[in-house]
């Protein structure tokens, strides 16, 4: 029952390099920054620092379009300045875990450049091209190799003109998708992940990791997906996501890199539309793939019929359902991983929460203890631990996300009411999770002295880490007290798992148990004062951990948004 492995009691936190702190005045975030605020990490107490990509790149989609795999871009700093940080996250007794993005390059990565050089140059099948549709002239509308709809919105297929052929990018225009089926491919990959390691860093983030197997059948041939309502695409998932030689290419890749050293490393796999079936064979230790996976069904249960930009209320009781599954389907076999929040998601105590001033801090650190108190390894991403909220966007011009800009242009190309798209974006935007990192209550945050290149939530007057850092009441503290009872009770990070109330709509209740010790976790998600019924034998239980200062008369009884974390032995 107890995972052995090291990172199943620890708990990782997420630095999106742009948005983190600015250490020389251009108002992008550095590696000088995230160098002179390790002690906030340490403070927090968290085991695995992940940096989001900090490689060379056209910053097309912030740097998840890395045009050199082995350096560092001018704009974070130096590789020197790179290692002078592995020393010191190490020397502070964490660890370092870098983002891995080879579904796809940048364009102007020298591979991509000479790919597209000439139909024969000896890298023209790193990449997926492919002539126009038979019977169609190139750059006729229609005529794109198949009918697959970006993630980005518009086709994934970009027609280059010298050659007359298509390449596919199932990201930005930008972002090459490169042809996993060659094997020289992978070697360069492989290559690349162990010149990272022999540096010093402690594992992989992997970018979409489960789209790089595309469905191609014996003539080389991509299909058509099934339509999507009102828009000239299909749906091409069914040919990328979870594609036929995925376990193959991530066995290999464990064989060529991790080998030998696998038990120091942490890897984790992001796999859009993963299901549970697939993620326990990815995450089951016996088969050698990853140590777990991030999925994406608990972010996508507020989206509608539209997608992410056609948002609606989340049911409580959908979300149980959801996590339960997981907590239930990986309990023995595989590992789970735990998030609200990454660069890719609005901020949660403005999603599933309440970012008023009367409920911010509550709501945040009532989510965060519904989290953490899983079985899994949770990720904090900057900024969460003190409830940084969603921004007040009110124009289409604020905004710098590519999906964002590029979903809102399609839209309303399509006939959509600008201001209801807009509505979405408020709700929805990647940006919201970018705006910078609010460190004080000074001009810019004190995230930087010069122009940040996203505005500063103007309540960084209130919400900002020294502030949290002074208030014991703080979501910081909260969250640095979650973090230490996953390393102090062994319970929180191994024991099982049993869900409670699953019908209740606002209250969110269940055990955790490891030998004889056991807890029980509730959470009032509303912001309503509730009475639930419990299983006997928990009153007068210790209570471990809770939100609300004072001890609660009844156990039973909860305040708003009031999460509590209680142990019998
Ligand atoms: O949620 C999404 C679908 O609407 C996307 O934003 C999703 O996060 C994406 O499918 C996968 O994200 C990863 O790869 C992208 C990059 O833009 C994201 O930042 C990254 O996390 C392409 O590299």
Redesign the pocket.
């Known amino acids: 029952q107890r995972n052995p492995a090291w990172w199943s009691d620890a708990v990782v936190y997420q630095i999106y390099p742009r948005s983190f702190a600015d250490s020389d005045g251009d108002g992008l975030g550095d590696l000088g920054g995230i160098l002179a605020h390790l002690d906030h990490l340490e403070a927090l107490g968290v085991d695995v620092v992940w940096l ?1 990509p900090v490689y060379p790149s056209p910053q097309d ?2 740097g ?2 890395i045009s050199d795999y082995q350096g560092i871009d001018p704009a974070f700093g130096t590789l020197e300045q790179f290692d002078e940080l592995l020393a010191q996250v190490h020397r502070r007794g964490m660890k370092l875990v870098m983002d891995l ?1 080879v ?2 390059t940048s364009d102007e990565h020298p591979w991509f450049v000479e790919s597209r050089s000439s139909k024969d140059n000896p890298k023209r099948d790193w990449y997926w091209w492919r002539p126009a549709r038979p019977g169609m002239e190139p750059g006729q509308p229609g005529a794109e190799p198949t009918n697959w709809h970006s ?2 919105s518009g086709p994934t297929w970009e027609l280059d003109e010298a050659s007359g052929e298509y390449y596919l990018h199932l ?1 930005a225009r930008k ?1 090459p998708d490169l042809n996993w089926e060659n094997p020289e491919v992978r070697r360069a990959v492989h290559a690349m992940m162990r010149w990272w390691l022999d540096r010093g860093v402690d594992g992989f983030r992997m ?2 990791i489960n789209l790089v197997s595309k469905d191609v059948d014996a003539d080389g041939n991509l299909h058509d997906g099934p339509p999507l309502p009102g828009t000239p695409y299909g749906d091409g998932s069914a040919s990328y996501m979870n594609g036929p030689r995925i376990h193959e290419f991530l066995q290999e890749m464990h064989r060529e890199v991790f080998a030998g050293r696998d038990a120091q490393l942490l890897t984790v796999g ?1 796999m ?1 539309g993963v299901t549970l079936e697939e993620a326990r064979l990815f995450t089951d230790p016996a088969r050698g793939e990853v140590d777990m996976v991030f999925q ?1 069904e608990h ?1 996508s249960l507020d989206h509608g019929p539209g ?2 930009f056609d948002p609606h209320h989340l049911r409580l009781t959908d979300l149980k359902a959801s996590f339960g599954r997981w907590q239930a389907g990986l309990a023995d076999v595989g590992w789970n991983s735990l998030y609200w929040n ?4 609005p901020r949660v105590v403005s999603r599933f929460g309440d970012d008023s001033g009367e409920f911010r801090v509550r709501s945040a650190t009532c989510l965060g203890t519904l989290l953490h108190l899983h079985r899994g390894t949770p990720y904090v991403y900057q900024g969460e631990e003190l409830g940084m909220t969603n921004y007040p966007f009110t124009s289409v011009e604020e905004f710098r996300d ?2 964002s800009l590029n979903h809102y242009r399609q839209a309303v190309q399509q006939g959509a009411d600008s201001q209801a798209v807009l509505a979405g974006l408020r709700e929805q935007s ?1 940006d919201h999770a970018r705006t910078p990192m609010q460190w004080d209550a000074t001009e810019h945050a004190g995230f930087t002295t010069g122009t940040p290149w996203l505005p500063v939530n103007p309540n960084h007057d209130v919400v900002n880490a020294e502030a949290a850092r002074a208030d014991e009441g703080s979501v910081f503290h909260h969250y640095r007290r979650l973090v230490d009872l996953r390393h102090t009770v062994p319970a929180v990070a191994h024991g099982d798992f049993t869900m409670l109330l699953p019908d209740d709509e606002r209250v969110y209740a269940f055990t955790r148990r490891l030998d004889e010790e056991e807890l029980l976790v509730l959470c009032n998600v509303s912001g309503e004062q509730v009475r639930v019924e419990l299983p006997d034998g928990w009153a007068g239980s210790e209570l471990l951990l809770g939100n609300v200062a004072g001890d609660p008369a009844d156990v039973a009884e909860l305040r708003p948004w009031e999460a509590r974390v209680h142990r019998r032995t």
């Open positions: 989001s989609d912030n998840y379009d993005v579904n796809h993630f980005f990201f972002q970018d979409v992001e859009p994406f972010v997608g992410r990454n660069h890719d998601q590519i999906e990647r």
